[in-house]
T-cell receptor, first 111, second 119 residues
Framework: QQPVQSPQAVILREGEDAVINCSSS?????VHWYRQKHGEAPVFLMI?????EQKGHEKISASFNEKKQQSSLYLTASQLSYSGTYFC????????????FGQGTILTVHP | GAGVSQSPRYKVAKRGQDVALRCDPI?????LFWYQQALGQGPEFLTY????????KSGLPSDRFFAERPEGSVSTLKIQRTQQEDSAVYLC?????????????????FGPGTRLTVL
């Protein structure tokens, strides 16, 4: 089942912060975060693994609440380049690593 | 180094035509995934290869969709007798590790996609 992302869209001024949430009704093994700009490939941001491990870009932070099956992506001191659509992809422990993506959160950063 | 490449970038087909979409993964990557992305939606899983073996094709929407990766590198997604509902962006992603519960820790590197429009 598709994870649910919130909010659906965010508009920021440069330097402002934002939080994007991802919630699943299924037990999760890992959560993957990607950013996609219009007409481009999704770009990897971070993986959060059950048990607390993380792998990703240093300037990106995120959390993973295993009990609640939720993850949040924290964008601080936003830059114009942060604009795009953010997707969370969830993987269950018995899957082949295939990801089930949320519907996306559109982030727009203005000068 | 080169990333994942896909060709063609854009394809327009008349309803009923067959199409073939190509994916060149990152060299040495064992895992290869195909996703379908409708406008304004997140990518949806189609199929997964581990080297040349197609281990999961549960996401293929119908038997008109066929994928192969005969030598464990380049992959082709073929759609026969295209329908308007097949219009979407088809994304390919590769990963260095094996998929599965442990492989869920490996990031997937996506190609730019092929935008298919069926008239």
């Amino acid at each position: 089942q598709q994870p649910v992302q919130s909010p659906q869209a965010v508009i920021l001024r440069e330097g402002e912060d934002a939080v994007i949430n991802c919630s699943s009704s299924k037990a999760l093994y890992s959560v993957h975060w990607y950013r996609q700009k219009h007409g481009e490939a999704p770009v990897f941001l971070m993986i959060l693994l059950k048990g607390g491990e993380q792998k990703g870009h240093e300037k990106i932070s995120a959390s993973f609440n295993e009990k609640k099956q939720q993850s949040s992506l924290y964008l601080t001191a936003s830059q114009l380049s942060y604009s795009g659509t953010y997707f969370c992809g969830t993987a269950g422990g018995t899957s082949y690593g295939k990801l089930t993506f949320g519907q996306g959160t559109i982030l727009t950063v203005h000068p | 180094g080169a990333g994942v490449s896909q060709s063609p970038r854009y394809k327009v087909a008349k309803r009923g035509q067959d199409v073939a979409l190509r994916c060149d993964p990152i060299s040495g990557h064992v895992s290869l995934f195909w996703y379908q992305q409708a406008l304004g939606q997140g990518p949806e899983f189609l199929t997964y290869f581990q080297n040349e073996a197609q281990l999961d094709k549960s996401g293929l929407p119908s038997d008109r969709f066929f994928a192969e990766r005969p030598e464990g590198s380049v992959s082709t997604l073929k759609i026969q007798r295209t329908q308007q509902e097949d219009s979407a962006v088809y994304l390919c992603a590769s990963s260095s590790g094996l998929a599965g519960s442990q492989g869920s820790y490996n990031e997937q590197f996506f190609g730019p996609g092929t935008r298919l429009t069926v008239l």
